[in-house]
């Protein structure tokens, strides 16, 4: 039985919207323009919708269960065994999504930042970071949700007007232009930049006010959709689809040919590059504090600082696996639905079906 | 606590492994511009495609390019001396765009740094080679760090002799066409395009407009020329400024220019002050027919000191001259773009991918040819409100 | 380390005399008066320079020895005869010899197991000035003094309310400082009153010789550069802390007050914030948050700039930058550590020289050194803009010890960008907010109201909106009685 609660529904929400916001904003729209040209948008109000209907589905396991953590819901209803296999795989899930982003961030900020600096190094700085901050509590990690998330928008949103100012919005049509197959590939390779939606098993038996759910997860999904469709619009009305399905990452080739008239700065993109530091960071963070924790209660120890040490390793090690950027994206875009099926569609459908049939046999019990 | 202080000191051990990226700023040799002629052995690029593969010593690739790059003298800048400097310049002959950084870098006291890079000139002659230009293009776009926005010209003859060149109003090329190119809110005979542009043109089917430049040794001047058409990334003609102005006109992107007709022995200048344009396209059978709408506003400058304009019959008169004088010549520089160079600089393609899909999935494969046979409609309807401060 | 009194008082006045003289003695400014009220024996112990003497001299003793015989029995004479208004009786040695210490008067009876201690505390105290650091442009020019009375009274005038409470208590075994401690009952949180208090029980150190050493017995975190307690020396300050919700903490011989808890946003407000007009403060406000950013971020990014990142300004300034660095000997590294260390020498002299040398030593370190360094070709002109920038908004911020922490942090951020550029500041950055997040005043996140948002916190944190719209007290406080304004 879980009453307490720290996270307000202003922490909520910016936790949700910040732990899913990671690296995916870089590729998504060039994956989205190879598979469906110009309605990359559609497909993301797509994303959003399905979303929507896994808000649903982890309300009502995480209701019927008492708000309980995460862990013990699976413990209770798929039994000790069971239960600790699915907290491994989605354990596992959430390892390879932040190492393979990791991979993609350290990629990105080697090509336009630091040209020369090893990807090891980039690695440990910021996972040593990262672990400074999960070393605290829960508390600490949604009150630095908290404050992330004005420092990443504000300048973004600044800075996607001005690249709304340049751009040929026509750009967009013709809608509805590739069959149907494609639309269900454009998804599945979007669940990238959708995964961290797990976050909210983590957040949710913590929220202070669980009637705030509602409204808080479905404006943080709302927000989290508007600005990838925002993204992807703007990425097609400044350079066409062709273009943006040639490049590995398009947003920032946008950010690049935005020109402030009467400009101070031109180089934008290595100042957004220093910003989107801090949505790698977060989405790092968040998944990393909720596979500690896990793992935590899986082998039964102590405390997060020391499952975080068998945590980190394993992050090093997948992160510098791929030998080449084609791997990685092979990883992202092969691997990835996959986990992202199995955990956040396959698994809570299973333990929805589950505590059903336990109620009914409760009822019948009783009757 | 004892956590702690183990982070502390990983991090602080990591920090002191050393910094790779770091170069001073005085250290760096900023290139403003590059130049890119056909090398000594472009001749032999026949010879390329026997090399395999998994050939070693690749000393035996050809150098089919000849780059020069210029950078300001920095010695020349500061505080009291000014802003802008008299360029140095390094000339190369390469097999491709990275081995001429390299080579240079190797001749330089400072690092050759691209990023920055404001003018790139290619020579016509390199033009006449596709598949060298397709490599330039392709090294630009792969690159994360340059500046998507430089300007891109196309040059009469070798791009050395230009960027050598020592320009009466600036102290480099560089500064010079940067001005220029700014300028072409001004005036319409000169139509800007930066890389970024390019590459987007070049990418959906290999044709693209650049603008021209042309040295006249004799007088010892630079001058914008028009623009060289581009076509499957090869250079396939030219348009002189006036025939630029025209296109620029019936692209709707004309924001300042002027136009002149003759009304009884006077000249009249129209100056252009905004543009509006609106593509219709009407599909028949495999081909289709394009009405082009252009409004142009504007103020008439010059005509004839004893002339009243003040009447409004005496206006009309005027708009309806250039109305018919300007919808002849757009339709023929519209045509002309059409029948002669097969190339579509006004975005009738993009009009017809994007509203009507369907009609461009029929005739997306034969688009030459339906280009070719289509008709061109332009009509322009001239307004001018303003006639300065006389009648 | 405590002291060994003898805690009974004698009935008999020699008894106690001639104890408190072998206790007391080798001090040659205790005075030991003895006299008779009619028939009994009286001892009067003060200390020479700490005492009214008109008021024992007028007041206790002519009326104890003249009028010693209207009395009856010894009990009577502390209602009937003791003409002074402040005694005191106490049956505890040790108490009285702790006052007769602070300046107050004791005296000792034939047939009374208890003494009286008359407030007769009186010396030359500096007199109400203008506060040294906190100066404002509208508002009141007074500051603490030194003496705790006197400063209690300054808050007193503000707050004329019953449920304003003070109390008093001594710290230090030695000093016996008294600290008191002020709050007004129903609008205070109670839960700090109550850590506040846990904390004060545990101090066990001989001296408490200024508010900074209670500030650091119990603050929260010892292991950072940020104050987590306010401290002030306006009155004005405190009255508005109190109002808010906080408590305030005075302790003699310090002209500082103490203001607990304190989160982030406290340290950047100044009184005149309130005084002027919504329009101006705000600007004010922003002016402010602007400079601290600068502040910090100035020198490391011209590091990151120029050494790893040039792309990022225009081709123009890069220019200039790599011209006024020609000839220049060291990295720019180098050279900001170099103009970072003369700067904090600087500073730290002109603190300490004597007032007559100190302005001058400003002109001739700033300016003089300054240009001699560009014109020897150590350091380049550039560099010399972004220092003195530097340091003109380091002390924007209007608490002293929060601008000492921006210069820690702005180190950190120099040698981490010399290291890996823009991503070594972003990491530095992140580092600073986390260290920041996990810090807690009191229980107080230091962050609020950044965390655990509550959109009213907003009207007094970047900008000042209007009076009308301060209806609420702070909420981050979780005050007692929420409603300031109707």
Known sequence: MNNSGFIGKYGFFS??????????????PGELAKSVGNDGWLVSILDGLICLLLLYIIYKIMSKNNYDTFYNILIRNFGKVIGKIVAFIFSIYLIISISTGMRVFSEVLKMYLLEKTPTEFITLTMILCGYYLIRGSLTNLVRFNEVAFWIMFIPIFIVLIFAAYDADFSNVFPILNSSPVNYFQAISLSSFSFGGIGIIFLMLPALKNKSDYKKSAIMAVTFITIFYVVINVLCIASSSSPQVGKLLWPTIAMVKSISIPGGFIEGLEGSVMALWVIFYFTFFTNGLYFSSDLIKDIFGLEDIKISSYLVIPFIYLIALL???????YGIIEGVFPILFFTCLIFFPLILLLIIKLKKKVAATDEA | MKHKKLLILIFMSLLLTGCWDKLEIDQRSFISTIGIDPGKEIDKLKDLKKIKPGDPFEERAIDELSVTFGFPDISQLGQQKGNSAEDKYITTQAYSIEDSITKSTAMSSKSIFIADCQLLLLSSDILQYPQVVKQILDYFQRQPRVNKNMYILAVDGNTEDYIKFKPYMEKNIQDYISGVMENSERTATVLPVTLN????????????????????????????????????????GYLTPIETSDLEIVRGKVKSGKKVIYLEGNPVDFVIEGTKRKMNIVEKDQNFIVNIDLKLEGEIRAISLEKNLGQISKLKEVDDAFNNALSIECTKIATMMQKNFGVDAIEIRENIEKYHPAFWKKISKDWEEVYKNSVINVNVDVKARRIGVTQ | MKENINDNISDEAQINLDYLKELLKDNSDIIFREFYISNWKGVLIYIDGMTDKILLDDYVLETLMVMGDKVDKVTDIKERLLTVTDVKEFSSMADGVKYALSGDCIIFIDGLKVCYVLGTRTWNARGVTEPSSETVVRGARESFTETIRFNTVLVRRKIRDTRFK????????????????????????????????????????DAILDSGYIEQIIEDNKWTPFPQIQSTERPDVVAAGLYEGRIAILVDNSPFALIVPAALPVFFQSPDDYYQRWFTSSIVRIIRFTAILLSLLLPSLYIAISSFHTEIIPIKLAYSIAASRVGVPFPAFVETLIMELSLAFLLEAVVRLPRPIGSTIGIVGGLIIGQAAVSAGIVSPIMIIIVSITAITNFVVPNYEVSSALRVIRILLIILSSIIGLYGIMLGGIIVLIHLIKLESFGIPYLSPLVNPDISDFKDLFIRMPMCFFKKRPVYLKTGDKIRQK
């Open chain 2, 197 to 236: 542009e390019l590459l987007i043109l070049l990418n959906e089917n290999g044709n693209a407009i650049i603008p021209r430049l042309t040295l006249d040794k004799d007088r010892n001047e630079i001058k914008l020329n028009g623009i060289a058409i581009i076509k499957k990334f090869a250079l396939v």
């Open chain 1, 15 to 28: 936790s949700i919207v910040v732990a899913i916001i990671g690296v995916g904003i870089f590729s998504l």
């Open chain 1, 322 to 328: 791929p030998r080449d950027i084609g791997e990685l």
């Open chain 3, 166 to 205: 003070l109390e008093l208590k001594s710290y230090g075994i030695r000093s016996k400082t008294d600290v008191a401690i002020m709050y007004i009952d129903d609008i205070v949180n109670k839960e700090v009153l109550k850590e506040l208090r846990a904390r004060l029980e545990k101090v066990n150190i």
